[in-house]
C-alpha cells in the first residue's frame, strides 16, 4: 500500500535535486500536471514508473513506496526537536512559578509565553 505522505516524498526530493514539477514530467514522460497531483496526493504515479521515479530522485523503491527518508542529520534534528521542546515546556514552568509568587509582570508573562508557544510551534510544524 502507497503511503499518503509520498506526495510529500517526491515534492521533497525533487526540490533537494533543484529541478521543477516540470523537469520531473520531463524525466518521467509524464506532463507537470502529473506531478503536481503526485504531490498533492491526488494521484500517484503507474507501478511501473516507479523504479524510474526513485531513480531520477536519488532514492530507493522502498523508502519511497514507506515514504521514508533515511538522513544523515537526524541526530540534529533529534537535538532541535529537543531544544524546542525544552524551552516551551521551560518557558511554561517558569511562567506558572512565577505567577504563584506574583514575581512576573503580565506583559513579561505573554511575552514568555509566546516564545514557548512558537517553539512549539516550530516543532510540531
Known amino acids: 500500500m502507497i503511503n499518503k505522505n509520498m506526495g510529500k516524498m517526491i515534492c521533497l526530493l ?12 520531463e524525466k518521467m514522460n509524464v506532463t507537470d500536471k502529473a506531478v503536481s497531483k503526485w504531490e498533492r496526493n491526488c494521484s500517484c504515479p503507474d507501478i511501473y514508473s516507479i523504479p524510474k521515479l526513485a531513480e531520477v ?7 519511497l513506496l514507506n515514504a521514508q527518508i533515511k538522513r544523515e542529520n537526524n541526530q540534529a534534528d533529534e537535538i532541535m526537536n529537543f531544544v524546542f521542546i525544552g ?3 521551560a518557558m511554561g514552568i517558569c511562567i506558572t512559578v512565577l505567577s504563584v509568587f506574583k514575581k512576573i509582570e503580565v506583559d513579561h508573562a505573554l511575552t514568555m509565553l509566546g516564545i514557548g508557544i512558537s517553539c512549539f510551534g516550530v516543532y510540531f510544524y
Open 14 to 25: 525533487r526540490k533537494e535535486k533543484g529541478m521543477t514539477q516540470s523537469d520531473l514530467a
Open 57 to 63: 530522485l536519488d532514492t530507493t523503491v522502498e523508502e
Open 87 to 89: 524551552v516551551g515546556l
